[in-house]
């Protein structure tokens, strides 16, 4: 069956430490993988987009990696702060048309 | 311009009573998605509207469910006969058009808490 998994339980790490955070799927080929981050009662908001071609794509402290033959994305966040705290949620196209299949996320927690 | 905007942003009802929340994408945006996301859980596809296409209803979860999509833009969606189960928030978005296979960021409504009691 298909299945796009993140680790379920939270990432605790310190303020200024690099933050890395897992998607791995099965039983899909997406031509392209997105990261949101969704706050406490709030929607998702984008933060980057990554095509099956790109190795790896940046943009400021964050990079996010795509590795279409282990069938991951990474997600890392340089120089964590306490305002990166967050819900992350990785979504892949499937299907037809514009429709995203998301994981359950990572919730990460940067402390002072 | 503004946001995606959804309404209510919170709607408490009895079992067995009819809903319709409703979804305000992004001017300009032809593609119209809903979602629900239970707690601890992640976001659920339910229905997707691009342009004047035949909707994508694949993931809607029983036939209680529906929505519509008028003139392209508001849409409304439509929950008959609430049971407890259909508790959850209910998040709309909004994006362009594919282009190729290029896809496309969708931008999220702040959602709409249901609770039935």
């Known amino acids: 069956s298909q299945k796009i998994e993140q680790n379920s339980e939270a990432l605790n790490i310190q303020e200024g430490k690099t933050a890395t955070l897992t998607c791995n799927y099965t039983?899909?080929?997406?031509?392209?993988l997105q990261w949101y981050r969704q706050d406490p009662g709030r929607g998702p908001v984008f933060l980057l987009l990554i095509r099956e071609n790109e190795k790896e794509k940046r943009k400021e402290r964050l990079k996010v990696t795509f590795d279409t033959t282990l069938k991951q994305s990474l997600f890392h966040i340089t120089a964590s702060q306490p305002a990166d705290s967050a819900t992350y949620l990785c979504?892949?196209?499937?299907?037809?048309?514009?429709?995203?299949?998301f994981g359950t996320g990572t919730q990460l927690k940067v402390e002072l | 311009g503004a946001g995606v905007s959804q309404s209510p942003s919170n709607k408490v009802t009895e079992k067995g009573k009819d809903v319709e929340l409703r979804c305000d994408p992004i001017?300009?945006?032809?593609?119209l998605y809903w979602y629900r996301q239970s707690l601890g859980q992640g976001l659920e596809f339910l229905i997707y509207?691009?342009?004047?296409?035949?909707?994508?209803k694949s993931g809607l979860p029983s036939d209680r469910f529906s929505a519509e999509r008028t003139g392209g833009s508001v849409s409304t969606l439509t929950i008959q006969r609430t049971q407890q189960e259909d508790s959850a928030v209910y998040l709309c978005?909004?994006?362009?058009?594919?282009?190729?296979?290029?896809?496309?960021?969708?931008?999220f409504g702040p959602g709409t808490r249901l609770t039935v009691l």
């Open positions: 001017s300009g945006h032809t593609a």
């Open positions: 978005a909004s994006s362009l058009a594919l282009q190729g296979m290029g896809g496309n960021e969708q931008f």
């Open positions: 979504a892949l196209f499937t299907g037809g048309g514009n429709k995203l299949t």
């Open positions: 509207f691009q342009g004047n296409s035949a909707p994508d």
């Open positions: 039983n899909y080929s997406p031509a392209y």
